[in-house]
């Protein structure tokens, strides 16, 4: 790994408590990319829309019994996001 990127987290996701936590990641993550902004038009100004949406999406795909999600986030040296 270069010395200058911050490591990589890996969460593991097993538990439907732990969603809430994902989804304000992928939230965040995925705010200004331009399929979401398609998906989610106003997203700005109602971000409880674009919180239902992936967490339908997530209990959707992931929901079942047995299912795990894994989620990466960078992390700097001083443990900023």
Request: some cysteine; aromatic content about 6%; charged content about 30%.
């Amino acid at each position: 790994m270069e010395p200058n990127k911050p490591a990589l987290k890996i969460v593991r996701i097993s538990s439907r408590e732990q969603l809430e936590e994902l989804v304000d990641f992928i939230c965040d993550a995925f705010m200004e990319d331009d399929l979401f902004c398609a998906m989610v038009p106003g997203r700005h100004e109602h971000p409880e829309a674009a919180r239902s949406m992936w967490r339908m999406t997530l209990v959707e795909e992931y929901g079942r019994k047995g299912s795990v999600i894994l989620a990466a986030l960078r992390q700097g040296e001083n443990g900023e996001e």
